[in-house]
């Protein structure tokens, strides 16, 4: 069966940085298409970047040239540099075979 693990996350001040990890697991076929999403309190989920198996990368304007995600065969990082209070969401790694994937969600919190 199918499995997005998550790690990292967490508390950071603004102007800080985080690194989230996310590896897919239970199949020997790589997904077309990894990323990240995330959903703000009373907000809907949205996207923040996704890469192809080509490596093409997608980015929600909002985290452009601060975000950065990378992929090592069936693992994404998202690299999170300049956070700011906007950007405390739970996080949700996501991929695609032949048909949609989602793992637990991971939180983010930006706070003094």
């Known amino acids: 069966q199918v499995q997005l693990v998550e790690s990292g996350g967490g508390l950071v001040q603004p102007g800080g940085s985080l690194r989230l990890s996310c590896a897919a697991s239970?199949?020997?076929?790589?997904?077309?298409?990894m990323g990240w999403y995330r959903q703000a309190p009373g907000k809907q989920r949205e996207l923040v970047a996704t890469?192809?198996?080509?490596?093409t990368t997608n980015y929600a304007d909002s985290v452009k040239g601060r975000f950065t995600l990378s992929r090592d065969k069936n693992t994404v990082y998202l690299q999170m540099n300049s956070l700011n209070p906007d950007d405390t969401a739970v996080y949700y790694c996501?991929?695609?075979?032949?048909?949609?994937?989602w793992g637990q969600g991971t939180q983010v919190t930006v706070s003094s």
């Open positions: 996501y991929a695609r075979w032949n048909g949609p994937y």
């Open positions: 239970g199949t020997i076929f790589s997904p077309s298409t």
């Open positions: 890469i192809n198996s080509g490596g």
